[in-house]
C-alpha cells in the first residue's frame, strides 16, 4: 500500500491564483481530511469527509473548497489564493470509527 | 473538546529513557489518550493510544495516572530518529470520534 500520498510537494503561488491540492489514500478509509500547519504551531482542521459525497467544515474552513466523489481522492482546492494561506498542509484518513490516522507528507504551499 | 497541556521542550541524552507528561484535568470517561508525533517535515505519525491501563507497544509505553488526570509517554531507550515533535491529544470514543485537535506538542531533542 502507498499509504496517503499528497502532490504537490512544494507549490508557489501569486495572490489571487486557485489550484488545488491532491490526496488519495489506498487504504478503503471512510474518513479523510485536510489540516494546515502554521510555523511553530499544532495542526488545524480545514474540511473533513466521513464518506464519498459527504464533506463537512473544520476549524479554519474560509478560502477553501472540498469535494468527495470517491472513496480514495479528498482534493482541497484554493479559489483564490491570498498570503495567510501560505502554509504546510497535510491529509490524513482512517476508518470511521478507527483509533489510528495516517498522515500524508504534506504540501508546503507559498502565496506571494 | 478537552484540553492538554504539555511542556514545550524537553532533551534527552540518546539511549537514556525518556517520559513525556501530559495533562488533562477535564478528561471526561470517554476520552482515549492518544499520542503522535511529528518528525521534521514529515506528516504526523500515530505512536500509542489508551484508556485507563497502561499500554506498550513496539513504539513507547504509555502510562496512565488512576485517576486519569495525567499520562506520561515513555520511550525506553532514545534515539537520534525519535527527535521530534510529540502531541498528546484526548479523543472521544463517541460523537465527533474522528477529529484530533493538536496542540503545539512537547519538542524531543535528543543529543548523541
Known amino acids: 500500500n502507498a499509504g496517503v500520498t499528497q502532490t504537490p510537494k512544494f507549490q508557489v503561488l501569486k495572490t489571487g491564483q486557485s489550484m488545488t491540492l491532491q490526496c488519495a489514500q489506498d487504504?478503503?478509509?471512510?474518513?479523510m481530511s485536510w489540516y494546515r500547519q502554521d510555523p511553530g504551531m499544532g495542526l488545524r482542521l480545514i474540511h473533513y469527509?466521513?464518506?464519498?459525497?459527504?464533506?463537512d467544515q473544520g476549524e479554519v474552513p474560509n478560502g477553501y473548497n472540498v469535494s468527495r466523489s470517491t472513496t480514495e481522492d479528498f482534493p482541497l482546492r484554493l479559489l483564490s489564493a491570498a498570503p495567510s494561506q501560505t502554509s504546510v498542509y497535510f491529509c490524513?484518513?482512517?476508518?470511521?470509527?478507527?483509533?489510528?490516522?495516517?498522515f500524508g507528507p504534506g504540501t508546503r504551499l507559498t502565496v506571494l | 473538546d478537552a484540553k492538554t497541556t504539555q511542556p514545550n521542550s524537553m532533551e534527552s541524552n540518546e539511549e537514556e529513557p525518556v517520559h513525556l507528561p501530559c495533562n488533562h484535568s477535564?478528561?471526561?470517561?470517554?476520552?482515549?489518550i492518544h499520542w503522535y508525533r511529528q518528525l521534521p517535515s514529515q506528516g504526523p505519525e500515530y505512536v500509542i493510544h489508551?484508556?485507563?491501563s497502561n499500554v506498550n507497544n513496539r513504539m513507547a509505553s504509555l502510562a496512565i495516572a488512576e485517576d486519569r488526570k495525567s499520562s506520561t509517554l515513555i520511550l525506553h531507550r532514545a534515539t537520534l530518529r525519535d527527535a521530534a515533535v510529540y502531541y498528546c491529544?484526548?479523543?472521544?470514543?463517541?460523537?465527533?470520534?474522528?477529529?484530533?485537535?493538536f496542540g503545539k506538542g512537547t519538542l524531543l531533542t535528543v543529543n548523541p
Open positions: 469527509s466521513v464518506g464519498a459525497g459527504i464533506t
Open positions: 490524513a484518513s482512517s476508518y470511521l470509527t478507527g483509533d489510528t490516522q495516517y
Open positions: 477535564t478528561i471526561s470517561g470517554t476520552d482515549y
Open positions: 491529544i484526548l479523543r472521544s470514543s463517541g460523537g465527533s470520534n474522528y477529529k484530533l485537535t
Open positions: 489508551g484508556l485507563t
Open positions: 487504504m478503503n478509509h471512510e474518513y
